[in-house]
């Protein structure tokens, strides 16, 4: 099993960075694929980017592009969303999620979930 802590989420200004964490237990972390997912308010969760197992391949949602950035480290069993530009429509409660040899979109097939931490940009 993997157990998945996020960090990281703060306000922060539209036009600022943020640098968001998950922290993963369990001594096969290498073997997930690894996710960020988002919620804002009232709408459904959304996947943001994901990478592979070995980091690599990453695959990123296309509001996304050109502003975030997933990486991993494998060593340290942690996973970052660098958040670049960041925007209002941004702010949502982020994921981290882990799935057995999938890197794609559907939340569904993600085994693994945190809790979850919130970004909120202002205007």
């Known amino acids: 099993q993997v157990q998945l802590v996020e960090s990281g989420g703060e306000l922060v200004q539209a036009g600022g960075s943020l640098r968001l964490s998950c922290a993963a237990s369990g001594r096969t972390f290498s073997r997930y694929d690894m996710a960020w997912f988002r919620q804002a308010p009232g709408k459904e969760r959304e996947f943001v980017a994901s990478?592979?197992?070995?980091?690599?391949?990453?695959y990123s949602a296309d509001s996304v592009k050109g502003r975030f950035t997933i990486s991993r480290d494998n060593g340290k069993n942690t996973v970052h969303l660098q958040m670049n530009s960041l925007k209002p429509d941004d702010t949502a409660v982020y994921y981290c999620?882990?799935?057995?040899?999938?890197?794609?979109?559907?939340?569904?097939?993600?085994?693994?979930w945190g809790q979850g931490t919130q970004v909120t940009v202002s205007s």
């Open positions: 990478i592979t197992w070995s980091g690599g391949r990453t």
């Open positions: 999620a882990a799935a057995r040899a999938y890197s794609g979109t559907e939340q569904g097939l993600y085994g693994y």
